[in-house]
Protein backbone atom coordinates (compact mmCIF):
# COMPACT_ATOMS: atom_id res chain seq x y z
CA UNK A 1 0.00 0.00 0.00
CA UNK A 2 1.29 3.47 -1.10
CA UNK A 3 1.80 6.47 0.72
CA UNK A 4 0.27 9.36 -0.83
CA UNK A 5 2.82 11.53 0.72
CA UNK A 6 5.84 9.42 -1.43
CA UNK A 7 7.08 11.07 -4.78
CA UNK A 8 6.03 9.88 -7.92
CA UNK A 9 9.62 9.10 -9.85
CA UNK A 10 9.86 8.51 -13.74
CA UNK A 11 12.94 6.96 -14.73
CA UNK A 12 14.15 5.78 -18.16
CA UNK A 13 17.16 3.17 -18.02
CA UNK A 14 19.38 1.84 -20.70
CA UNK A 15 22.65 -0.29 -20.61
CA UNK A 16 24.76 -1.46 -23.92
CA UNK A 17 28.35 -2.86 -24.70
CA UNK A 18 30.72 -2.42 -27.54
CA UNK A 19 31.62 -4.81 -28.23
CA UNK A 20 28.78 -7.59 -26.58
CA UNK A 21 30.37 -8.36 -24.78
CA UNK A 22 32.79 -5.83 -24.23
CA UNK A 23 33.21 -2.40 -22.78
CA UNK A 24 29.93 -1.35 -21.15
CA UNK A 25 28.03 1.99 -20.66
CA UNK A 26 24.67 2.02 -18.86
CA UNK A 27 22.55 5.60 -17.49
CA UNK A 28 19.16 6.66 -16.30
CA UNK A 29 17.06 9.72 -16.08
CA UNK A 30 14.96 10.05 -13.08
CA UNK A 31 12.39 12.74 -13.46
CA UNK A 32 9.81 14.02 -10.73
CA UNK A 33 8.05 17.13 -9.50
CA UNK A 34 9.55 19.28 -6.42
CA UNK A 35 7.39 22.25 -5.00
CA UNK A 36 5.80 22.42 -8.80
CA UNK A 37 8.85 22.10 -10.67
CA UNK A 38 10.05 19.24 -12.88
CA UNK A 39 13.20 18.19 -11.44
CA UNK A 40 15.90 15.85 -13.11
CA UNK A 41 18.55 13.24 -12.06
CA UNK A 42 21.17 11.46 -14.20
CA UNK A 43 22.94 8.70 -13.21
CA UNK A 44 25.35 6.73 -15.71
CA UNK A 45 28.57 4.73 -15.32
CA UNK A 46 31.11 2.42 -17.46
CA UNK A 47 31.93 -1.30 -16.73
CA UNK A 48 34.54 -3.87 -18.16
CA UNK A 49 33.98 -7.22 -19.44
CA UNK A 50 30.31 -7.31 -19.75
CA UNK A 51 27.49 -8.24 -22.08
CA UNK A 52 24.03 -6.31 -22.59
CA UNK A 53 22.20 -8.00 -20.30
CA UNK A 54 24.41 -7.56 -17.47
CA UNK A 55 24.56 -3.41 -18.29
CA UNK A 56 21.11 -3.33 -18.41
CA UNK A 57 20.13 -4.55 -15.07
CA UNK A 58 23.47 -2.59 -13.74
CA UNK A 59 21.19 0.40 -14.92
CA UNK A 60 17.98 -0.27 -13.46
CA UNK A 61 20.08 -1.43 -9.83
CA UNK A 62 21.79 1.86 -9.78
CA UNK A 63 18.85 4.34 -10.89
CA UNK A 64 16.51 2.60 -8.30
CA UNK A 65 19.59 2.47 -5.62
CA UNK A 66 20.10 6.30 -6.21
CA UNK A 67 16.48 6.65 -4.48
CA UNK A 68 17.12 8.04 -1.09
CA UNK A 69 13.27 7.81 0.38
CA UNK A 70 10.41 5.67 -0.93
CA UNK A 71 8.69 6.09 -3.83
CA UNK A 72 6.28 5.82 -6.24
CA UNK A 73 8.41 4.30 -9.70
CA UNK A 74 7.17 4.10 -13.05
CA UNK A 75 10.17 2.67 -14.76
CA UNK A 76 11.02 1.92 -18.34
CA UNK A 77 13.80 0.05 -20.11
CA UNK A 78 14.71 -1.16 -23.05
CA UNK A 79 15.08 -4.46 -22.83
CA UNK A 80 12.39 -7.38 -22.57
CA UNK A 81 15.04 -9.24 -20.62
CA UNK A 82 14.77 -7.16 -17.18
CA UNK A 83 10.63 -6.52 -17.31
CA UNK A 84 10.30 -10.65 -17.96
CA UNK A 85 12.60 -10.97 -14.70
CA UNK A 86 10.80 -8.66 -12.44
CA UNK A 87 7.57 -9.56 -13.57
CA UNK A 88 7.46 -13.22 -14.98
CA UNK A 89 10.20 -14.93 -13.50
CA UNK A 90 11.43 -13.71 -10.09
CA UNK A 91 8.77 -14.90 -7.91
CA UNK A 92 10.04 -18.98 -9.33
CA UNK A 93 13.38 -18.00 -8.42
CA UNK A 94 12.54 -16.64 -4.84
CA UNK A 95 10.61 -19.86 -4.57
CA UNK A 96 13.77 -22.53 -5.43
CA UNK A 97 16.35 -20.23 -3.52
CA UNK A 98 17.98 -18.08 -7.07
CA UNK A 99 17.57 -21.47 -9.09
CA UNK A 100 15.67 -21.40 -12.30
CA UNK A 101 12.84 -23.51 -12.71
CA UNK A 102 15.40 -25.90 -14.08
CA UNK A 103 17.21 -26.33 -11.22
CA UNK A 104 20.10 -24.25 -12.73
CA UNK A 105 21.87 -21.22 -10.44
CA UNK A 106 20.11 -17.70 -12.12
CA UNK A 107 22.42 -15.84 -14.47
CA UNK A 108 23.09 -12.47 -12.89
CA UNK A 109 22.19 -13.11 -9.34
CA UNK A 110 23.74 -10.62 -7.89
CA UNK A 111 21.75 -8.03 -9.74
CA UNK A 112 18.73 -9.02 -9.89
CA UNK A 113 19.18 -9.55 -6.08
CA UNK A 114 19.82 -5.57 -5.89
CA UNK A 115 17.10 -4.48 -7.95
CA UNK A 116 14.42 -6.88 -6.08
CA UNK A 117 15.48 -5.49 -2.99
CA UNK A 118 15.14 -1.87 -4.33
CA UNK A 119 11.61 -2.80 -4.87
CA UNK A 120 10.88 -3.67 -1.59
CA UNK A 121 11.38 0.14 -0.59
CA UNK A 122 9.57 1.98 -3.55
CA UNK A 123 6.37 0.36 -5.09
CA UNK A 124 8.05 0.11 -8.87
CA UNK A 125 6.08 -0.64 -12.02
CA UNK A 126 7.87 -2.01 -14.94
CA UNK A 127 7.78 -1.11 -18.40
CA UNK A 128 9.16 -2.36 -21.40
CA UNK A 129 9.72 0.07 -24.30
CA UNK A 130 11.30 -0.71 -27.86
CA UNK A 131 14.49 1.31 -28.79
CA UNK A 132 12.89 3.55 -31.38
CA UNK A 133 15.37 6.19 -33.30
CA UNK A 134 13.22 8.56 -33.44
CA UNK A 135 11.66 8.83 -30.20
CA UNK A 136 13.65 11.45 -28.44
CA UNK A 137 13.89 9.96 -24.96
CA UNK A 138 15.33 7.04 -26.86
CA UNK A 139 18.24 8.99 -28.46
CA UNK A 140 18.76 10.99 -25.81
CA UNK A 141 19.40 7.98 -23.59
CA UNK A 142 22.19 6.23 -26.21
CA UNK A 143 23.75 9.72 -26.54
CA UNK A 144 24.17 9.12 -22.22
CA UNK A 145 25.39 5.45 -22.67
CA UNK A 146 27.95 6.28 -25.73
CA UNK A 147 29.17 9.57 -23.66
CA UNK A 148 29.44 7.00 -20.33
CA UNK A 149 31.44 4.27 -22.38
CA UNK A 150 33.70 6.98 -23.85
CA UNK A 151 32.42 7.54 -27.19
CA UNK A 152 33.03 10.39 -29.31
CA UNK A 153 28.74 11.41 -29.29
CA UNK A 154 27.78 15.13 -30.19
CA UNK A 155 26.46 17.06 -27.56
CA UNK A 156 22.95 18.14 -28.49
CA UNK A 157 22.48 20.16 -25.23
CA UNK A 158 24.84 23.16 -26.08
CA UNK A 159 23.05 26.33 -26.96
CA UNK A 160 26.20 27.15 -28.98
CA UNK A 161 27.59 25.32 -32.16
CA UNK A 162 31.06 24.20 -32.43
CA UNK A 163 33.64 25.41 -33.83
CA UNK A 164 34.57 22.76 -35.94
CA UNK A 165 31.97 19.86 -36.94
CA UNK A 166 32.43 16.86 -35.28
CA UNK A 167 33.52 13.96 -37.08
CA UNK A 168 31.75 10.95 -36.57
CA UNK A 169 34.93 8.52 -36.47
CA UNK A 170 36.05 7.48 -33.05
CA UNK A 171 38.93 9.34 -32.03
CA UNK A 172 42.22 8.02 -31.26
CA UNK A 173 42.92 7.70 -27.96
CA UNK A 174 46.22 7.40 -26.75
CA UNK A 175 46.40 5.54 -22.86
CA UNK A 176 49.60 7.18 -20.51
CA UNK A 177 49.88 5.21 -17.62
CA UNK A 178 53.28 5.92 -15.22
CA UNK A 179 54.88 5.26 -12.26
CA UNK A 180 54.14 7.81 -9.11
CA UNK A 181 57.82 8.08 -8.04
CA UNK A 182 59.51 10.16 -10.87
CA UNK A 183 62.50 11.79 -11.89
CA UNK A 184 62.68 15.19 -14.01
CA UNK A 185 63.00 13.23 -17.01
CA UNK A 186 60.20 11.24 -16.73
CA UNK A 187 57.94 14.61 -15.71
CA UNK A 188 59.67 16.12 -19.09
CA UNK A 189 59.03 13.41 -20.98
CA UNK A 190 55.28 12.92 -20.19
CA UNK A 191 54.77 17.07 -20.99
CA UNK A 192 56.47 16.10 -24.69
CA UNK A 193 53.68 13.48 -24.83
CA UNK A 194 51.01 15.74 -23.95
CA UNK A 195 51.83 18.17 -26.69
CA UNK A 196 52.37 15.46 -29.28
CA UNK A 197 48.82 14.31 -28.54
CA UNK A 198 47.65 17.84 -28.78
CA UNK A 199 49.35 18.15 -32.37
CA UNK A 200 48.00 14.90 -33.20
CA UNK A 201 44.69 15.89 -32.01
CA UNK A 202 44.21 12.32 -30.15
CA UNK A 203 42.33 11.69 -26.50
CA UNK A 204 44.25 11.33 -24.21
CA UNK A 205 42.89 8.07 -21.32
CA UNK A 206 44.78 8.65 -18.26
CA UNK A 207 44.31 7.38 -14.35
CA UNK A 208 43.32 9.74 -11.67
CA UNK A 209 46.78 9.22 -9.39
CA UNK A 210 46.88 12.09 -6.75
CA UNK A 211 50.95 12.45 -7.42
CA UNK A 212 53.14 11.09 -10.22
CA UNK A 213 52.54 10.64 -13.93
CA UNK A 214 48.89 10.66 -13.60
CA UNK A 215 49.16 14.06 -11.86
CA UNK A 216 51.66 15.71 -14.52
CA UNK A 217 49.75 14.49 -17.15
CA UNK A 218 46.55 16.41 -15.61
CA UNK A 219 48.33 19.47 -15.00
CA UNK A 220 50.20 19.54 -18.22
CA UNK A 221 46.61 19.43 -20.03
CA UNK A 222 45.53 21.76 -18.00
CA UNK A 223 47.55 24.32 -18.79
CA UNK A 224 47.71 23.88 -22.36
CA UNK A 225 43.68 23.94 -22.26
CA UNK A 226 43.73 20.60 -24.03
CA UNK A 227 40.16 18.77 -22.95
CA UNK A 228 39.86 16.00 -25.09
CA UNK A 229 40.79 13.80 -22.24
CA UNK A 230 39.16 11.13 -20.05
CA UNK A 231 40.37 10.79 -16.61
CA UNK A 232 39.34 7.46 -14.72
CA UNK A 233 38.97 6.28 -11.33
CA UNK A 234 37.65 4.34 -8.69
CA UNK A 235 36.58 6.90 -6.74
CA UNK A 236 33.57 9.16 -7.39
CA UNK A 237 36.07 12.07 -7.52
CA UNK A 238 39.05 12.40 -9.48
CA UNK A 239 41.42 12.57 -6.37
CA UNK A 240 44.39 14.78 -8.61
CA UNK A 241 40.90 17.16 -9.93
CA UNK A 242 41.00 16.13 -13.57
CA UNK A 243 40.96 18.12 -16.84
CA UNK A 244 38.93 21.05 -16.66
CA UNK A 245 35.76 20.61 -19.26
CA UNK A 246 36.73 16.74 -20.13
CA UNK A 247 35.39 13.36 -18.95
CA UNK A 248 35.71 11.60 -15.59
CA UNK A 249 34.65 8.00 -15.77
CA UNK A 250 34.20 5.80 -12.51
CA UNK A 251 34.78 2.42 -13.05
CA UNK A 252 36.26 -0.73 -11.42
CA UNK A 253 36.73 -1.46 -7.81
CA UNK A 254 40.45 -1.96 -8.09
CA UNK A 255 43.02 -0.03 -9.98
CA UNK A 256 44.38 -3.00 -12.10
CA UNK A 257 40.62 -3.45 -12.90
CA UNK A 258 40.56 0.23 -14.01
CA UNK A 259 43.49 0.13 -15.83
CA UNK A 260 42.53 -2.98 -17.58
CA UNK A 261 39.34 -1.17 -18.74
CA UNK A 262 41.59 2.03 -19.59
CA UNK A 263 43.91 -0.39 -22.24
CA UNK A 264 40.62 -2.12 -23.77
CA UNK A 265 39.40 1.30 -24.44
CA UNK A 266 42.50 2.88 -26.38
CA UNK A 267 43.87 2.38 -29.29
CA UNK A 268 47.70 2.48 -27.86
CA UNK A 269 49.35 2.38 -24.27
CA UNK A 270 52.09 4.15 -23.47
CA UNK A 271 53.97 3.70 -19.64
CA UNK A 272 55.91 5.86 -18.26
CA UNK A 273 58.07 3.41 -15.89
CA UNK A 274 60.13 4.33 -12.84
CA UNK A 275 61.42 0.44 -13.44
CA UNK A 276 60.41 -0.58 -10.52
CA UNK A 277 56.27 0.20 -10.35
CA UNK A 278 54.18 -3.22 -10.97
CA UNK A 279 51.14 -1.88 -11.80
CA UNK A 280 52.94 0.59 -14.86
CA UNK A 281 54.35 -2.52 -16.08
CA UNK A 282 51.35 -4.84 -15.60
CA UNK A 283 49.21 -2.27 -17.47
CA UNK A 284 52.12 -2.27 -20.50
CA UNK A 285 51.86 -6.22 -20.55
CA UNK A 286 47.86 -6.72 -20.77
CA UNK A 287 47.87 -4.17 -23.52
CA UNK A 288 50.35 -6.34 -25.72
CA UNK A 289 47.88 -9.07 -24.86
CA UNK A 290 45.25 -7.50 -26.51
CA UNK A 291 47.22 -6.84 -29.18
CA UNK A 292 47.58 -3.54 -28.98
CA UNK A 293 50.27 -0.60 -29.67
CA UNK A 294 52.54 -0.47 -26.44
CA UNK A 295 55.11 0.95 -25.18
CA UNK A 296 57.34 1.27 -22.02
CA UNK A 297 59.94 3.79 -21.76
CA UNK A 298 62.29 2.68 -19.02
CA UNK A 299 63.71 5.83 -16.62
CA UNK A 300 65.16 3.40 -14.05
CA UNK A 301 68.50 5.10 -15.07
CA UNK A 302 67.37 8.63 -14.34
CA UNK A 303 67.44 7.93 -10.76
CA UNK A 304 70.40 8.93 -8.99
Known amino acids: MSNTNQATVQIIANGRCQPNPGLGGYAAVLSTTRNGKPVERIIS?????VNNQRVQLLAVAEALEALKSPCVVELTTYSQYVVNGMTEWIDTWLENGWLTSK????KNADLWKRIHAACQKHQVTFNYVQWNSSDDDAVRLDALVKQARGDQVEDT????????PKSDEKPYRLM???SRRTSENMLEYA??????AIECNWQIVVGDNPDGIDTEIVKECNRCKYDNVIVVGIARKPR???VRNSRYI?????YSERDQMMAKASDRMLGIWDGKSA????????AQSLNKTAHLMDFSGTFA
Open 45 to 49: GTIAD
Open 103 to 106: RKPV
Open 157 to 164: EKSEPEAE
Open 176 to 178: VAG
Open 191 to 196: RRVVAR
Open 240 to 242: NGG
Open 250 to 254: QIGKS
Open 279 to 286: GTKNGYQF
